[in-house]
Protein backbone atom coordinates (compact mmCIF):
# COMPACT_ATOMS: atom_id res chain seq x y z
CA UNK A 1 0.00 0.00 0.00
CA UNK A 2 1.67 3.58 -1.18
CA UNK A 3 0.22 5.34 2.44
CA UNK A 4 2.54 2.73 4.20
CA UNK A 5 5.67 2.96 2.29
CA UNK A 6 5.39 6.79 2.80
CA UNK A 7 4.49 6.00 7.00
CA UNK A 8 7.71 6.57 9.48
CA UNK A 9 9.16 4.17 10.59
CA UNK A 10 8.75 3.00 14.26
CA UNK A 11 11.66 0.26 14.77
CA UNK A 12 14.47 1.12 13.18
CA UNK A 13 17.44 -1.76 13.39
CA UNK A 14 20.70 -0.96 12.02
CA UNK A 15 23.73 -3.34 11.49
CA UNK A 16 22.36 -6.14 14.51
CA UNK A 17 24.41 -8.69 15.97
CA UNK A 18 23.90 -11.36 18.50
CA UNK A 19 25.79 -13.65 19.97
CA UNK A 20 25.87 -15.85 23.17
CA UNK A 21 29.24 -16.62 24.11
CA UNK A 22 30.95 -17.85 21.20
CA UNK A 23 27.47 -18.82 19.48
CA UNK A 24 26.58 -16.45 16.68
CA UNK A 25 22.73 -16.29 16.28
CA UNK A 26 22.49 -14.03 13.46
CA UNK A 27 24.97 -10.58 12.04
CA UNK A 28 24.44 -7.53 10.53
CA UNK A 29 20.72 -7.51 10.40
CA UNK A 30 19.17 -4.02 8.98
CA UNK A 31 15.76 -3.44 8.62
CA UNK A 32 12.76 -0.72 9.71
CA UNK A 33 9.24 -0.97 10.68
CA UNK A 34 6.92 1.16 9.57
CA UNK A 35 3.77 2.36 11.60
CA UNK A 36 0.96 0.95 11.09
CA UNK A 37 1.96 -1.96 9.62
CA UNK A 38 1.80 -5.72 10.03
CA UNK A 39 5.78 -6.94 10.05
CA UNK A 40 6.25 -10.55 10.17
CA UNK A 41 9.88 -12.54 11.59
CA UNK A 42 9.84 -15.53 9.85
CA UNK A 43 12.57 -18.51 9.54
CA UNK A 44 13.46 -22.29 10.65
CA UNK A 45 13.66 -23.45 14.14
CA UNK A 46 16.91 -21.78 15.88
CA UNK A 47 17.30 -19.19 13.68
CA UNK A 48 16.65 -16.76 16.32
CA UNK A 49 13.10 -15.34 16.22
CA UNK A 50 12.37 -14.98 19.48
CA UNK A 51 15.95 -13.90 20.56
CA UNK A 52 15.16 -10.91 17.66
CA UNK A 53 11.82 -10.16 19.50
CA UNK A 54 13.31 -9.85 23.15
CA UNK A 55 16.45 -7.76 21.39
CA UNK A 56 13.25 -5.63 20.24
CA UNK A 57 11.65 -5.40 23.78
CA UNK A 58 14.36 -4.99 25.48
CA UNK A 59 15.33 -8.35 27.41
CA UNK A 60 18.31 -8.88 25.68
CA UNK A 61 21.08 -6.33 24.97
CA UNK A 62 22.80 -6.70 21.36
CA UNK A 63 26.35 -7.56 20.92
CA UNK A 64 26.42 -4.82 18.35
CA UNK A 65 24.18 -2.77 16.26
CA UNK A 66 21.50 -0.09 16.87
CA UNK A 67 17.92 -0.57 17.70
CA UNK A 68 15.62 2.09 17.24
CA UNK A 69 11.82 2.19 19.01
CA UNK A 70 9.51 4.82 18.23
CA UNK A 71 12.28 7.34 17.77
CA UNK A 72 14.30 6.49 21.01
CA UNK A 73 17.82 4.55 21.15
CA UNK A 74 16.82 1.74 22.82
CA UNK A 75 20.37 0.58 24.04
CA UNK A 76 21.14 4.07 24.93
CA UNK A 77 17.52 4.83 27.71
CA UNK A 78 18.34 4.43 30.88
CA UNK A 79 16.37 4.40 34.10
CA UNK A 80 13.12 6.00 33.83
CA UNK A 81 13.14 6.63 30.17
CA UNK A 82 13.79 3.19 29.43
CA UNK A 83 10.98 2.17 31.62
CA UNK A 84 9.07 5.01 30.11
CA UNK A 85 9.63 3.21 26.62
CA UNK A 86 9.17 -0.16 27.33
CA UNK A 87 6.10 0.42 28.99
CA UNK A 88 4.73 1.75 25.44
CA UNK A 89 5.33 -1.78 24.04
CA UNK A 90 2.65 -4.57 24.04
CA UNK A 91 3.76 -8.05 24.31
CA UNK A 92 1.93 -11.57 23.87
CA UNK A 93 3.52 -14.80 24.60
CA UNK A 94 3.16 -18.42 22.80
CA UNK A 95 1.38 -19.38 25.36
CA UNK A 96 -0.95 -16.02 26.01
CA UNK A 97 0.41 -16.09 29.81
CA UNK A 98 -2.56 -15.56 31.64
CA UNK A 99 -2.44 -15.86 35.29
CA UNK A 100 -4.55 -18.99 35.82
CA UNK A 101 -6.37 -17.29 39.07
CA UNK A 102 -7.72 -14.80 37.61
CA UNK A 103 -10.61 -13.95 35.15
CA UNK A 104 -9.83 -12.72 31.44
CA UNK A 105 -11.34 -9.27 32.79
CA UNK A 106 -8.67 -9.05 36.00
CA UNK A 107 -5.84 -10.09 33.92
CA UNK A 108 -6.74 -7.58 30.98
CA UNK A 109 -6.83 -5.18 34.65
CA UNK A 110 -3.75 -6.15 34.99
CA UNK A 111 -1.22 -3.45 33.17
CA UNK A 112 -3.60 -0.52 33.80
CA UNK A 113 -3.03 -1.76 37.55
CA UNK A 114 0.92 -1.69 37.26
CA UNK A 115 1.35 1.59 35.02
CA UNK A 116 -1.63 4.16 35.69
CA UNK A 117 -3.46 5.82 38.36
CA UNK A 118 -6.95 5.01 36.94
CA UNK A 119 -9.22 4.52 39.72
CA UNK A 120 -10.74 0.81 39.58
CA UNK A 121 -14.08 1.55 37.87
CA UNK A 122 -12.28 3.37 35.06
CA UNK A 123 -9.52 0.56 34.90
CA UNK A 124 -12.50 -2.26 34.39
CA UNK A 125 -14.18 -0.32 32.04
CA UNK A 126 -11.15 -0.26 29.49
CA UNK A 127 -10.20 -3.73 29.91
CA UNK A 128 -14.13 -4.19 29.06
CA UNK A 129 -13.50 -2.30 26.32
CA UNK A 130 -10.13 -4.29 24.97
CA UNK A 131 -11.99 -7.69 25.85
CA UNK A 132 -14.63 -6.27 23.64
CA UNK A 133 -12.50 -5.69 20.63
CA UNK A 134 -11.03 -9.23 20.48
CA UNK A 135 -14.79 -10.62 20.83
CA UNK A 136 -14.55 -11.83 24.37
CA UNK A 137 -17.19 -9.22 25.89
CA UNK A 138 -19.31 -12.33 26.81
CA UNK A 139 -15.82 -14.59 28.90
CA UNK A 140 -15.04 -11.52 30.95
CA UNK A 141 -15.82 -13.46 34.01
CA UNK A 142 -13.95 -16.63 33.08
CA UNK A 143 -11.18 -18.02 33.88
CA UNK A 144 -8.19 -19.19 31.58
CA UNK A 145 -8.82 -22.68 32.29
CA UNK A 146 -12.21 -22.57 30.88
CA UNK A 147 -11.47 -21.32 27.99
CA UNK A 148 -10.18 -22.57 24.73
CA UNK A 149 -6.77 -21.84 23.34
CA UNK A 150 -7.59 -19.71 21.04
CA UNK A 151 -9.33 -17.66 23.48
CA UNK A 152 -7.00 -17.51 25.69
CA UNK A 153 -4.64 -15.93 22.73
CA UNK A 154 -7.50 -13.47 22.10
CA UNK A 155 -7.09 -12.55 26.14
CA UNK A 156 -3.19 -12.73 25.62
CA UNK A 157 -3.69 -9.74 23.04
CA UNK A 158 -6.90 -7.65 24.70
CA UNK A 159 -3.97 -7.64 27.78
CA UNK A 160 -1.18 -6.31 25.58
CA UNK A 161 -2.98 -3.43 24.51
CA UNK A 162 -4.35 -2.64 27.86
CA UNK A 163 -1.77 0.56 27.74
CA UNK A 164 -3.05 1.27 24.19
CA UNK A 165 0.41 0.23 22.56
CA UNK A 166 1.78 1.93 19.37
CA UNK A 167 3.25 -1.78 18.90
CA UNK A 168 2.75 -4.43 19.62
CA UNK A 169 4.89 -7.51 19.44
CA UNK A 170 3.44 -11.10 19.00
CA UNK A 171 4.93 -14.60 19.72
CA UNK A 172 4.07 -17.25 17.23
CA UNK A 173 0.37 -16.41 17.52
CA UNK A 174 -0.95 -19.36 16.25
CA UNK A 175 1.17 -22.16 17.33
CA UNK A 176 -1.11 -25.18 19.17
CA UNK A 177 -4.49 -23.54 17.29
CA UNK A 178 -6.47 -25.48 14.51
CA UNK A 179 -6.39 -24.11 11.20
CA UNK A 180 -9.86 -22.44 11.22
CA UNK A 181 -9.16 -20.66 14.87
CA UNK A 182 -5.59 -19.28 13.68
CA UNK A 183 -7.31 -18.12 10.62
CA UNK A 184 -9.58 -16.54 12.92
CA UNK A 185 -6.88 -14.86 14.94
CA UNK A 186 -4.99 -14.00 11.94
CA UNK A 187 -8.28 -11.62 10.99
CA UNK A 188 -8.78 -10.15 14.27
CA UNK A 189 -5.11 -8.87 13.75
CA UNK A 190 -5.48 -7.67 10.36
CA UNK A 191 -8.62 -6.00 11.55
CA UNK A 192 -6.71 -4.46 15.01
CA UNK A 193 -3.62 -2.99 12.63
CA UNK A 194 -6.59 -1.39 10.25
CA UNK A 195 -8.68 0.02 12.61
CA UNK A 196 -6.42 1.13 15.32
CA UNK A 197 -3.43 1.71 13.03
CA UNK A 198 -1.16 -0.33 15.92
CA UNK A 199 2.02 -1.76 14.39
CA UNK A 200 2.40 -5.54 14.60
CA UNK A 201 5.18 -7.24 14.73
CA UNK A 202 4.83 -11.29 14.82
CA UNK A 203 7.41 -13.76 14.88
CA UNK A 204 5.93 -16.84 13.38
CA UNK A 205 6.50 -19.63 10.78
CA UNK A 206 3.01 -20.60 9.30
CA UNK A 207 3.08 -19.94 6.00
CA UNK A 208 -0.44 -19.65 5.90
CA UNK A 209 -0.75 -16.67 8.44
CA UNK A 210 2.42 -15.18 7.10
CA UNK A 211 0.29 -14.39 3.89
CA UNK A 212 -2.46 -13.59 5.13
CA UNK A 213 -1.56 -11.16 7.95
CA UNK A 214 2.14 -9.88 6.50
CA UNK A 215 2.69 -6.61 4.80
CA UNK A 216 5.87 -6.96 5.08
CA UNK A 217 8.41 -9.89 6.29
CA UNK A 218 12.11 -10.53 6.88
CA UNK A 219 13.60 -14.07 7.06
CA UNK A 220 16.26 -15.20 9.02
CA UNK A 221 18.58 -18.26 8.64
CA UNK A 222 20.51 -20.45 10.58
CA UNK A 223 22.84 -21.42 8.32
CA UNK A 224 23.45 -18.15 6.82
CA UNK A 225 23.67 -16.49 10.57
CA UNK A 226 21.65 -13.78 9.40
CA UNK A 227 18.50 -12.17 7.21
CA UNK A 228 18.81 -13.94 3.81
CA UNK A 229 14.68 -12.17 2.78
CA UNK A 230 13.02 -8.41 2.94
CA UNK A 231 9.69 -7.75 1.82
CA UNK A 232 6.02 -8.41 0.81
CA UNK A 233 5.67 -11.74 1.23
CA UNK A 234 3.29 -12.79 -1.84
CA UNK A 235 6.31 -11.07 -3.82
CA UNK A 236 8.81 -13.44 -2.13
CA UNK A 237 6.45 -16.48 -2.82
CA UNK A 238 6.01 -15.75 -6.43
CA UNK A 239 9.99 -13.89 -7.12
CA UNK A 240 12.48 -15.44 -4.59
CA UNK A 241 15.49 -16.56 -6.20
CA UNK A 242 17.38 -18.01 -3.17
CA UNK A 243 16.76 -21.38 -2.36
CA UNK A 244 16.02 -21.48 1.51
CA UNK A 245 13.69 -18.37 0.56
CA UNK A 246 11.78 -20.47 -2.05
CA UNK A 247 11.64 -24.14 -0.32
CA UNK A 248 9.51 -22.34 2.62
CA UNK A 249 7.28 -20.34 0.69
CA UNK A 250 6.68 -22.66 -2.07
CA UNK A 251 6.40 -25.70 0.88
CA UNK A 252 9.28 -27.74 -1.23
CA UNK A 253 12.78 -29.27 0.59
CA UNK A 254 15.42 -27.27 0.45
N1 LIG B 1 19.40 -17.19 26.73
C1 LIG B 1 20.15 -17.88 25.89
N2 LIG B 1 21.39 -18.28 26.22
C2 LIG B 1 22.16 -18.98 25.36
N3 LIG B 1 21.77 -19.33 24.13
C3 LIG B 1 20.54 -18.98 23.75
C4 LIG B 1 19.66 -18.24 24.60
N4 LIG B 1 18.51 -18.02 23.93
C5 LIG B 1 18.65 -18.59 22.74
N5 LIG B 1 19.86 -19.18 22.61
C6 LIG B 1 20.40 -19.86 21.42
O1 LIG B 1 19.81 -19.27 20.28
C7 LIG B 1 19.23 -20.25 19.44
C8 LIG B 1 18.01 -19.65 18.77
O2 LIG B 1 16.99 -19.43 19.73
P1 LIG B 1 15.63 -18.70 19.42
O3 LIG B 1 14.67 -19.13 20.49
O4 LIG B 1 15.84 -17.25 19.23
O5 LIG B 1 15.24 -19.33 18.01
P2 LIG B 1 13.88 -19.36 17.22
O6 LIG B 1 14.20 -19.00 15.82
O7 LIG B 1 12.88 -18.52 17.92
O8 LIG B 1 13.50 -20.87 17.28
P3 LIG B 1 12.08 -21.64 17.42
O9 LIG B 1 11.32 -21.35 16.14
O10 LIG B 1 12.49 -23.07 17.51
O11 LIG B 1 11.41 -21.10 18.64
C9 LIG B 1 18.95 -21.42 20.36
O12 LIG B 1 18.98 -22.62 19.65
C10 LIG B 1 20.09 -21.32 21.35
O13 LIG B 1 21.23 -21.95 20.79
Not at 125 to 137: C, M, P, Q
Not at 147 to 168: E, V
Not at 204 to 213: G, K, P, V
Not at 241 to 247: F, I, N
Request: contains cysteine.
Amino acid sequence: MAEQKEAPAVVGVRGLTMAFGSNVLFRDVTFDVRKGEVFVILGGSGCGKSTLLKLLIGLYRPSEGEIRILGENLDAARGRERRELLSRLGVMWQSGALFGSMTLLENVMLPLEEHTRLPRAAREEVARVKLGLVGLSDAANRLPAEISGGMAKRAGIARAMALDPPLLFLDEPSAGLDPITSAGLDQLIRDLARDLGTTFIVVTHELQSILAIGDRCIMLDKQAKGMIAEGDPRELRDHATHPTVRAFFRREAA
